[in-house]
């Protein structure tokens, strides 16, 4: 009877104690990035995690009129030169440490090169501030990706024109 009368107290507690969001806030998913220039959507990025290490991929592409729809990566070097994008990771080795995720690395395939990164998601779990440097995270780029639901496996790409997502499929998406 006294535990019972204590359950509601202590369960009050336990919600005040965790963070707004806090049940979200785990960078595992589906994002959507926005490159900070174009403001326009990119790709679906999915983001596991094994072994307390994240990792990310390019599940689809969001194309634009005129874009290669299953572009390989021609400035990547080593084992991914040539590699079709879609299903090429380009995240690695992400730790967490407190509210973000560190010490990892990031690619960008338009351009082939490979950046030191940091993560932290905001706004409930529903964005998430991906920050790529060179040497110090002054010297660097953020662009802020969109929580998304898992896209269609047999969707590699989409095409973006005049606000609307037409679907470009293939018979089966890469394994990662």
Known sequence: ???RSHLPFASMLAMLALPDGAAAASPVGYWKPIDDDSGKPTSIVQITENGGKLSGRIVQLIVQPGDE????????????KGKKVVGMQILSGMEQDDDEWSG???MDPNNGKSYKCYIEVEDGGKKLKVRGYLGIALLGRTQYWQRVQKPD???RAVRLSDGKMTPIAWEKAPSP
């Open 1 to 3: 009877m006294v535990l």
């Open 104 to 106: 990892g690395r990031i």
């Open 153 to 155: 496996p047999n969707v």
């Open 69 to 80: 729809p299953d572009p390989v990566c021609s400035e990547c070097e080593g084992n991914l």
